[in-house]
């Protein structure tokens, strides 16, 4: 049920990005299949995967052909670490289990941008592949901080620590670093370097139609909305079965859908500078304060 929901709200998600950057752009989005466009979504769903297949006669055929489909069963495999408040499913390592599949995630990536056996799509897939990592890093040393803090990679225990306060006004610098860091992880503008249109056409999935482009589609839009969701659960008191949760969820993704909209693209260089000079130092700073933080608070306690 979660995963059809997921791939249900990953089809509007699509509609409302096209409007978002409709408006933006001073023009209409999709508006004529059914009322305002609202079934666009699924005759777009229709028109892709009934589109023939094709198989690039260079390509790693296999590889080429269970990647994208390997890339959406991980996406939508990071759901299962969502806390059911309800007692019929709940993971105790959420976190780590998050950290596990998104560090899979990268593999998919790899794998679609080589067997294509295109220099495109290869360039592409490096570009991704390096980004990836690059903020991965720095994404495990600001989740490592909360655990310090709340001592448990149970995301329900995110609920009952941010019942008083939010962790947004507590880490407040690291929420900053979180967002950017979550741009980067998900492929999304000022980070898409991995679909640069002028120089790589359209990056990793340049040799992909109908149904293999549709999943890698659908995995960007799932993972999309999952660090919303995290986001939420993380900075903004995690109660899941609280309607103001999911509005907060559908904020923060049309935030992703504002910056798309807004923002010019980074450039390659500057985006690992950031990474690795900038962030990694500041974050491991916060992480040493946070470590001294509970560490003082531990002694007071004795």
């Given at each position: ?170 880490l407040f610098p690291l929420v900053l670093m979180w967002v950017v860091s979550m741009l980067a992880e998900t492929n999304r503008t000022p980070f898409d ?110």
């Amino acid at each position: 049920m979660l995963v059809v929901c997921v791939l249900v709200s990953v089809a509007f998600f699509t509609l409302l990005e096209r409007k978002v950057l409709g408006y933006i752009q001073i023009r209409k989005g999709p508006n004529k299949v059914g009322f305002m466009g609202i079934l666009q979504p699924f005759s777009d769903a229709i028109k892709l995967f009934t589109k023939e297949q094709i198989k690039p006669l260079v390509s790693n055929f296999n590889m080429y052909y269970f990647s994208p489909i390997f890339n959406l069963f991980l996406s939508l495999f990071l759901w299962m670490s969502f806390p059911l408040l309800c007692g019929l499913f709940m993971m105790n390592f959420g976190v780590l289990f998050f950290l596990c599949c998104t560090s899979l995630g990268v593999y998919t990536m790899m794998i679609a941008g080589w067997a294509s056996n295109s220099n495109y799509s290869l360039l592409g897939g490096l570009r991704a592949v390096a980004q990836t990592i690059s903020y991965e890093v720095c994404l495990a040393l600001i989740l490592m901080s909360f655990l310090l803090l709340i001592e448990s990679v149970n995301m329900l225990y995110l609920f009952k620590f941010q019942k008083l306060i939010w962790m947004l006004f507590m880490l407040f610098p690291l929420v900053l670093m979180w967002v950017v860091s979550m741009l980067a992880e998900t492929n999304r503008t000022p980070f898409d370097f991995a679909e640069g249109e002028s120089e790589l056409v359209s990056g990793f999935n340049i040799e992909y139609s109908s149904g293999g482009f549709a999943l890698i589609f659908l995995a960007e839009y799932s993972s999309i909305l999952f660090m919303s969701m995290l986001f939420v659960m993380f900075f903004m008191g995690g109660n899941t079965l609280n309607l103001l949760f999911y509005l907060k969820l559908s904020i923060i993704s049309f935030f992703f859908l504002w910056v798309r909209g807004t923002l010019p693209r980074y450039r390659y260089d500057k985006l690992m500078n950031l990474a690795w000079k900038s962030f990694l130092s500041v974050v491991l700073s916060f992480f040493s304060f946070y470590l001294g933080l509970k560490l003082m608070f531990l002694v007071f306690i004795l």
